[in-house]
């Protein structure tokens, strides 16, 4: 089992930036692939970006590239979602999700989420 709590969401203008934190409980932490999804109102719930447990790939999806990234921190249990370039359309609830393989983490472990609001 892993219990995920998110961090770093707040409200920020149009081109700011934000960091994000997930920290998950157990000492198999390595062990998880992790990603960052987000929902906005209206629509339906988008993975961002996502990372294998060693850190050694990532993933973004187009909406983001170039201007998230994600990271982490296995010693402190901890994954990492920095926001630059912020925009309006960014403006989403933002959830971690853990699971044992990439394509999984829809059905894996999830966080509670952290409201991320960018105004124009």
């Known amino acids: 089992q892993v219990q995920l709590v998110e961090s770093g969401g707040g409200l920020v203008q149009a081109g700011g930036s934000l960091r994000l934190s997930c920290a998950g409980s157990g000492r198999t932490f390595s062990s998880y692939a992790m990603g960052w999804f987000r929902q906005a109102p209206g629509k339906e719930r988008e993975r961002v970006a996502a990372?294998?447990?060693?850190?050694?790939?990532?993933y973004y999806a187009d909406s983001v590239k170039g201007r998230f990234t994600i990271s982490r921190d296995n010693a402190k249990n901890t994954v990492y979602l920095q926001m630059n370039s912020l925009k309006p359309e960014d403006t989403a609830v933002y959830y971690c999700?853990?699971?044992?393989?990439?394509?999984?983490?829809?059905?894996?472990?999830w966080g509670q989420g952290t409201q991320v609001t960018v105004s124009s």
């Open positions: 990372i294998t447990g060693s850190g050694g790939s990532t």
């Open positions: 999700a853990a699971a044992r393989t990439l394509a999984t983490l829809k059905g894996g472990y």
